[in-house]
């Protein structure tokens, strides 16, 4: 992987905590399913993902959630786009604009598959957000009384003055009632506000891992399987493996210095976790590597 020349190892070094080398004990983590929460479709990638490189060439990107069951009860890592998207004919163009939108379709809902793997909604103990856009905050109010796991920072950005995460499906395009404006995720909806890294069960089986930098309070999760080992969700930290092998950094052009110092920081604590902890990268929305994956209703342990 090469290093950017921006860094200094020392300056890097401090960032680069790592949670406790715990293994998961008897009766922790034993499968996690990959849930298909979507399909985007852009234009051009190098308008967000890759800027001055692949000018002109569509992507393809899959949203995948995912589902682990511990011994302690289920986890839900992100919601995915809105399973209303399965319903829309045409799919779902968040600013109506098809000429430089992501364009969103959904085959499968989210609800129809936790039913295929006979999960209840109210089977799922907890949610984890990685991050609160469109993409992946979408069902969260289909589960109106579940615990969301989320970075204080990302909650206080996302319910700033301006919402900067609040994009809507337009009322009309759905069967709700006009001019309903409820955003996909509720302020009054139960949360445990997160500082940094946080061991969800209490064994070291799976950990939130604060990676700022695409947005304030972005995290990644790292999750330990008893067969599969050790595996890092990047969620939005990195999209795509081009990027992940070139420290391209999306929406570069446009970002200040601080946060594209921050997310370089981050995809550089993931590689220093990936190598301590020997971890697979499943990065979400890489459309090769997810095709390679098998998808619920099989599973990993």
């Known amino acids: 992987m090469k290093r950017c020349s921006i860094w200094s190892v020392a300056v890097a070094l401090l960032f680069l905590s790592a949670p406790g080398r715990a293994q998961s004990k008897s009766g922790g983590v034993d499968r ?18 890759t800027p001055g490189f692949n000018e002109g060439k569509p992507l393809d990107i899959p949203v995948n959630c995912y589902l682990i069951h511990h011994a302690q009860g289920y986890f839900l890592w992100d919601t995915g786009i809105s399973d209303r998207v399965a319903a829309l004919p045409d799919g779902w163009y968040p600013t109506n604009n098809p000429a430089k939108d992501i364009h969103w379709t959904r085959a499968k809902t989210l609800m129809s598959q936790l039913k295929e793997i006979g999960v209840a909604p109210s089977d799922i103990r907890s949610i984890g957000i990685s991050h609160t ?8 109010e289909l589960f109106p009384h579940t615990k969301v796991l989320i970075q204080k920072a ?33 302020k009054d909806h139960p949360v445990q506000l997160v500082i940094e890294d946080q061991d969800v069960f209490g064994d070291g089986s799976v950990v939130i891992i604060s990676t700022p930098g695409h947005t304030p309070g972005h995290e990644s ?3 330990h399987l008893p067969k599969t080992g050790w595996v890092l969700l990047s969620a939005d930290a990195v999209h795509l493996q081009t990027n992940w092998d070139n420290w391209r950094i999306p929406y570069f052009a446009a970002m200040p210095t601080e946060q594209k110092l921050e997310t370089l920081l981050s995809m550089e604590r993931m590689s220093k976790l990936m190598s301590f902890y020997h971890a697979q990268l499943w990065i979400n929305h890489e459309q090769e590597q997810s095709r390679s994956q098998k998808h619920a209703p099989e599973y990993y342990q």
């Open 154 to 186: 990302e909650y206080e950005f996302y319910f700033g003055p301006a919402k900067p995460g609040a994009a809507t499906l337009p009322a009309e395009a759905l069967t709700v009632p006009p001019g309903d404006t409820t955003p996909k995720f509720s």
């Open 221 to 223: 999760l790292l999750v």
């Open 32 to 49: 996690l399913y990959i849930l298909d929460c979507g399909l985007g479709h852009a234009p051009d990638v190098s308008t967000r993902w």
């Open 133 to 140: 856009h469109p993409d992946h905050i979408g069902n969260i």
